[in-house]
């Protein structure tokens, strides 16, 4: 009974509406059913019942014999069957009924007090079953054996008339039922389709409609307001990161001035090494709370070569990436924030591995995929999920001679793909390496893509033990 209940109450709330709403209805359809079906065996009873005392009536004013036989026969003929009993033989062939049956019963209450009848069973050869007997005053009986009730057909005008009777009822209430459940479920979906495609960045103020019912109207309210001030918490954090990196700028051009001017080349050098590491990170931490993917607008571009060239500026300094797909390709996206995503994978790539390649592949329905394969140690399975995370560095795994990032460049290039609507994902490469693999739809369906990656949350990945990696930069 619990698993039930926990069923119902966690169900959708338009099937609670409608099970409420139904099942009165249906109950009442049965109960009405049964009332009928035991009130429509009173016009058989009684139209009988009345045939009989008229029978009765003109036997009695019958004048001869003759007459009262004619006026058997006829009836007879009708479909009640009648038969004259003198006294002996209604004493000696009428019984008491064995079988009960029901339609005589009902037929014998109909006559009341107005005649002496009773329900007996015929004895005698050749004429065996139960019949209403009405007794005469010189003691002779009449027994009447009627016609059984014929059951109702179907398409009978008696059932469809009590079906027209039914139908008038409950057509209605299922009708403001589901028109209850619709208007009642309407906002919510609403509410959730909205906040599927809610954005820290984009879109309006407010995106939940405030208007209807008191209730949906103060949820709309709620969470409007719990929308502002997620919206003012991330603005106010991103202002503070902005103005800590801004001002660092002051002492690190300081520091660097004074590094310059010293006299031991070693010091002098580490120094500066570090000065650069500081600045990078200020860079990469304010190019990632930048957003521009959020403000960038959409263009028709051609990717191969966005992507040539992008390998090409790391080709000039001796770094070895290379293009592999079609040579023309027009596609729409947002190129500043693709080719900066691009760039940080291969940037990663170079930096753990010795050669990466970029390709580049169209899909069916106008989308791309685009893989960066790099033949380094990898990335290993339980890592995967928080190498995208900001700010986390797989520093166990590296080497010691690599040259370390800041943990942000993953995060960027996941930001710039759900942007685009599209997903991003880390796989083996053969027989060794990485291959983060990008697929991007086509504009016309970012939006829906997008909405579903927002919608479906990501499954933890199982925890396993580290082994090595070319963890994200």
């Known amino acids: 009974m619990s698993r039930w209940r926990s069923l119902f109450l966690c ?10 709403a139904i099942t009165p209805v249906l109950v009442m359809v049965l109960v009405v059913s049964l009332l009928h079906s035991a009130e429509n065996k009173a016009p058989y009873a009684s139209k009988v019942a009345i045939r009989i005392q008229t029978v009765v009536s003109q036997l009695d004013a019958a004048g001869s014999p003759q007459a009262a036989e004619a006026i058997m026969a006829a009836t007879s003929a009708t479909g009640l069957k009648v038969e004259r009993m003198s ?31 009773e329900v007996r069973r015929r004895t005698s050869a050749g004429s065996e079953g139960d019949v209403i007997a009405v007794r005469l005053p010189d003691g002779a009986a009449l027994a009447f054996a009627p016609t059984p009730r014929p059951p109702l057909p179907l398409l009978h005008p008696e059932r469809l008339f009590f079906a027209m009777k039914i139908l008038i009822i409950v057509v209605p209430m299922l009708l403001l039922s589901i028109y209850a459940g619709a208007v009642i479920m309407a906002p919510l979906t609403s509410f959730a389709r909205a906040a599927q495609d809610l954005s820290p960045d984009e879109g309006p103020d407010r995106p939940f409609d405030e208007r209807g019912p008191r209730e949906i109207s103060a949820l709309a309210r709620a969470l409007n307001d719990m929308r502002a001030r997620i919206r003012d918490m991330i603005d106010g954090r991103t202002r503070m990161v902005r103005a800590i990196s801004h001002d660092l700028r002051t002492p690190l051009t300081r520091l660097r001035m004074r590094a310059e001017r010293s006299t031991d080349p070693a010091l002098r050098d580490a120094m500066l090494t570090d000065i650069s590491r500081i600045d990078a990170m200020i860079q990469e931490t304010l190019t990632y709370l930048r957003r521009e993917v959020a403000t960038e607008t959409t263009q028709r571009v051609d990717l191969p070569s966005l992507l040539q060239t992008v390998c090409h500026d790391f080709a000039n300094m001796d770094m070895p990436a290379s293009y592999e797909g079609p040579d023309r390709l027009t596609f729409a996206c947002k190129p500043q924030s693709l080719a900066r995503a691009v ?15 970029v390709r580049l592949e169209p899909l069916p329905g106008g989308g791309v995929r685009i893989e960066v394969v790099d033949d380094g140690a990898g990335v290993p399975e339980a890592m995967r999920a928080k190498v995208i995370e900001p700010f986390f560095k797989g520093d166990a795994s590296r080497s010691s001679s690599a040259p370390g990032g800041f943990g942000l460049g993953l995060s960027i290039v996941h ?24 697929d991007l739809p086509d504009a016309s ?6 909405a579903r990656r927002v919608a479906e949350p990501r499954r933890p990945e199982p925890a396993r033990e580290p082994a090595t990696s070319n963890a994200a930069g």
């Open 415 to 438: 930001e710039v793909v759900g942007g685009h609507g599209g997903t991003m994902e880390l796989r083996d490469g053969e027989p060794h390496g990485l291959v983060v693999r990008l």
């Open 445 to 450: 369906a970012a939006a829906a893509s997008a």
């Open 87 to 117: 006294a002996q033989a209604a004493r000696s062939e009428l019984a008491p009924p064995t079988s009960g049956d029901c339609d005589l019963a009902d037929i014998h209450k109909a006559f009341g007090a107005s005649l002496d009848a």
């Open 11 to 20: 169900g959708s709330i338009r099937r609670q509406i409608l099970f409420l």
């Open 343 to 357: 760039t940080n994978l291969v940037d990663n790539g170079l930096k753990f591995a010795g050669v990466v390649m």
